[in-house]
């Protein structure tokens, strides 16, 4: 399976890719949770691309496809893609790269949701500080206050989480990611998820989609 999650920030691409790499048993592959690490870790990459997460700009497109090609299409048989590609370029990229191997998509999820829902949720969101699972205050609470379900780590606000910086990840999704719409759509590889719904719908209905995308009939 080689599939693309589409969405702003805040859709709940990250959730549920978590959630699918589990069902689906593929690779989760999240470019942002890429540069988290790199940044964590104080790695060169990750000198690189602080200031870009920090601002809420897009790190720039030749230095993400090296990075997914390296990491992921040159590692991983099956993979869900979350957060990438993000800008034209990028999609033209993993085209490149998929057909330089004879691979192709199976197909991209778009998790569509209006701009004050993503806001709200991005604004309440928590991250694992150790195995970078996700929580909402609100939403999705963890069971115990600050300390992640999963793995007992403590949890924390993701640093790009400032309205500024979420007002400026939005206008970089709908100046360069929005018309990966379309890109997909010529190529009949898209199909669109209603992502207000709960997380648990969320999921039974991109499950469903996941598996008639890998589905034998669809591949003749
Ligand atoms: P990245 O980490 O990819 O962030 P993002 O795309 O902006 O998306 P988020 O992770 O904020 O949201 P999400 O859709 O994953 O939602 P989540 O599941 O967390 O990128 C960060 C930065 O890295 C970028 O700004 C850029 O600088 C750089 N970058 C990354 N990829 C790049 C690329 N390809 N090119 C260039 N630069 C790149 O959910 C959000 C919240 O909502 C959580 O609290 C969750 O618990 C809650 N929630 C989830 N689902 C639901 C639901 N159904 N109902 C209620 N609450 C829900
Ligand atoms: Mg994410």
Known sequence: MKVVFLGPPGAGKGTQADRMAEALDVHHASTGDTFRQAIAAGTRLGRTVQQYLDSGALVPDELTSRVVEQMVVEQEE?????????????ALD?????????????????????????????TGRLMCTECGANYHRKFMPPADNMICDRCGGPLKVRSDSSAAVVQERLVQFRQKTLPLLTFYEERDLLERVDATASPEEVSERTEQLLREMVAPQRRC
């Open 94 to 122: 993993l085209e490149r790269m998929l057909t330089e191997r004879g691979q192709r998509l199976d197909g991209v999820i778009y998790f569509d949701v209006p701009e004050e829902v993503a806001v709200e949720r991005l």
């Open 78 to 90: 099956s993979y869900i893609l979350d957060g990438y590609p993000r800008t034209l370029q990028q």
